[in-house]
């Protein structure tokens, strides 16, 4: 049996230890030089789009309610970026999916998984969200290359989930700090999430069915989602030490499971243009899966040409909104752009999609200005 067959989706202890650790892993190790780092460092001067795109930013962070964050890199003639993270950790939600994906083709490239490996459905994959295979029978095969498709166009924990069971929670940790240092926290199933956000309210969370969880979902989100809460673990409203669902999340956001620095998402996506990650194969693959997500069209991808090449993965929580990706992955260390932006607190999605869309507008007129013509 596959060791990584089987995952733990409850509570754990002390969820700040493993980031404790990684911080003090970080003390220890240097900092990755990313490739566009390693271009701006022969360079003398910023380039010229550095200064309006920033000014940009600055102006969208201010319009909209909450923290917009934000980190651009360029290749090429006018290699630079652009850092604006706050030097801090943000909540992926879904774009956790992409180095998921990266993980499972670096594998494939090994030749210890085979795309055409077929993974059972089981019972406790199901986990809510966007695509299909909640909709899929336990006991069903699927192959990997069709979790992949939609886990990433699709946006399907369960799916996600099903690939993280394959590859083990404890490898994909490691492979990211290999990749990138250690601006990534720990990563977890879609499900644990759920588990951990919950399991802080009541020790009953613990003994919950994964279907349990899933069926909260059909409570609206905020105080009728606690409600219903309350109701599955058969104790009274005020048993669940919360004023609202949105201090659940935050609550869970500050222990810094599935977050990472917009620097080292970004050092992880330069190093797929680069061609530093992934074959020739792999990385078309992936590639080919961002730029057909179902997912993006109200983000950056709205503030964009018509026809721009944009290879990207959007993610959606409480509070909690991501949208990264290469602008022209094509040109690669000649002149992609890596883009890694989050929007935190807002008041309404609409509103950081607003912001989102600002923002492909910004880059639209600084860095994409720079892109040589075909």
């Known amino acids: ?22 911080a003090l892993l970080a003390g220890c190790r240097d900092e990755p030089r990313g490739p566009v780092e390693r271009q701006v460092d022969a360079q003398r001067a910023d380039p010229a789009w550095v200064a309006p795109l920033d000014e940009a930013v600055e102006a969208i962070d201010q319009a909209m309610p909450g923290d917009f964050g934000v980190y651009v890199a360029r290749f090429g003639d006018q290699a630079g970026t652009l850092d604006r993270g706050d030097g801090r950790r943000w909540y992926l939600s879904s774009t956790v999916k992409v180095p998921v994906a990266i993980a499972i083709l670096e594998e494939v490239d090994a030749g210890r998984i085979d795309l055409d490996e077929e993974i059972e459905l089981q019972r406790g994959d199901f986990v809510d969200g966007a695509g299909d295979m909640l909709g899929q029978a336990p006991g069903t095969r699927f ?32 492979r990211l700090a290999d990749w990138v240092g250690a601006g990534f926290g720990p990563v977890t199933t879609i499900l644990q999430v759920r588990y951990d956000a919950y399991g802080a309210l009541h020790p009953g969370v613990a003994g919950l069915d994964n279907l349990q969880i899933v069926a909260l979902r059909n409570a609206a989100a905020g105080e009728p989602r606690l409600q219903a809460l309350a109701r599955t673990l058969g104790v009274a ?123 492909g507008r910004a880059l639209d007129g600084t860095v994409l200005a720079t892109v040589p013509a075909p």
């Open 143 to 174: 192959t990997i290359a069709t979790l992949l498709q939609k886990s990433l166009r699709d946006s399907d924990s369960t799916a996600t989930d099903m690939l993280i069971r394959r590859l083990g929670e404890g490898h994909l940790d490691a």
């Open 237 to 359: 409203r005020d048993a669940l030490p919360a004023k609202s669902l949105q201090d659940v999340f935050e609550d869970y956001y500050a222990t810094g499971a599935n977050a990472a620095t917009l620097p080292a998402f970004a050092r992880l996506l330069q190093r797929v243009a680069a061609g530093e990650l992934l074959s020739d194969a792999g990385r078309a693959r992936l590639l080919g899966h961002m730029r057909a997500i179902s997912t993006g069209d109200r983000r950056i991808a709205a503030g964009l040409p018509a026809g721009t090449d944009f290879a990207q993965k959007t993610g959606t929580q409480l509070g909690r909104a991501c949208n990264v990706g290469i602008l022209e992955p094509g040109l690669g260390a000649d002149g992609a752009t890596v883009v890694v932006a989050c929007a935190e607190r807002f008041g309404d999605l609409a509103q950081a999609e607003r912001a989102f869309q600002a923002l």
């Open 1 to 22: 049996m596959n060791p990584a067959s089987t995952l733990r989706t409850r509570p754990r202890p002390a969820p700040w230890f493993p980031v404790l650790l990684l």
